[in-house]
């Protein structure tokens, strides 16, 4: 009898795989293998059932070198979206005009597409977390991530005090934040064009939270892993997409 387990494994293989060629729907094409880095080694990939939906499941892969073929790492976990589902945000990979929403700021959409992630940050020093090993921001009471779009500090991390002439009339007060005890910059919207969203996270799920504003949370243990797992020498990216779109170039299966 063949293991039930080794087989989902040899199918998400598969799935990822498509993934990273060309995903094909009627009247338009995405080759995301051409969003990535050179030299990408990790991917953490997140699907849902449907563009509304607010959960789905992460898995991750990973290869030896960019010749090499992608294998699963570790097992896939729930994750928690916005509350209004995905929509498709300013990142690698290019964003079809006829399928799907376009992400814009305050829409309670996580982001679809493929993005890097940028610095990871928590309330703790970065000496309590060693295993983190992408760039790493302690937060303080003057952290604020900036939503305000006329401001010319728009979808960036700051520290208030280190600001002559703070010039926006939105932010977040990271610091306070308890889902921020531990996340990393998911680059939804890396030329920060205003309104295009901001801010975008991977974060804590918090007890009896049924959607985010527009990040992507995961359990304090899963969190906890990926961030033992990113590696910044190797590149790693994220890559959200509706299974509807995920599936679009699999057939037999």
């Not at 699907?47 to 509304?52: D, L, N």
Request: aromatic share 8%; net charge neutral; charged share 15%.
């Amino acid at each position: 009898m063949i293991d039930n387990t080794l087989l989902d494994m040899r199918k998400m293989c598969l799935l990822f795989s498509a993934l990273v060629g060309v995903i094909a729907t009627k009247g338009w094409s995405i080759d995301f293998s051409t969003s990535f880095p050179a030299n990408c080694r990790q991917v953490a990939l997140v699907t849902t059932p449907g563009w509304s939906s607010s959960t789905g499941t992460l898995r991750r892969f990973e290869r030896r070198d960019e010749r090499a073929q992608w294998q699963i790492a570790g097992n896939p976990v729930t994750v928690l979206l916005g509350k209004h589902g995905l929509g498709w945000g300013l990142g690698l990979s290019p964003i079809p005009s006829d399928v799907g929403p376009r992400k814009a700021e305050g829409d309670l959409r996580s982001p679809a597409g493929v993005f890097a992630f940028g610095e990871a940050f928590g309330t703790v020093p970065h000496s309590e977390v060693p295993w983190v090993r992408m760039s790493y921001r302690p937060l303080t009471p003057t952290t604020e991530g900036v939503d305000d779009p006329a401001s010319r500090f728009y979808n960036q991390i700051v520290d208030r005090a280190h600001i002559a002439t703070p010039d926006w009339h939105s932010s977040e007060h990271m610091w306070i934040v308890p889902a921020y005890k531990l996340g990393i910059v998911i680059a939804a919207n890396p030329q920060c064009i205003p309104k295009a969203s901001s801010c975008i996270y991977l974060h804590l799920w918090m007890p009896g939270h049924t959607g985010t504003v527009g990040c992507t949370a995961l359990h304090p243990p899963d969190l906890a892993d990926l961030l033992r797992w990113l590696d910044p020498g190797k590149q790693p990216v994220i890559i959200q997409l509706p299974e509807s779109i995920a599936h679009t170039s699999l057939t037999g299966f």
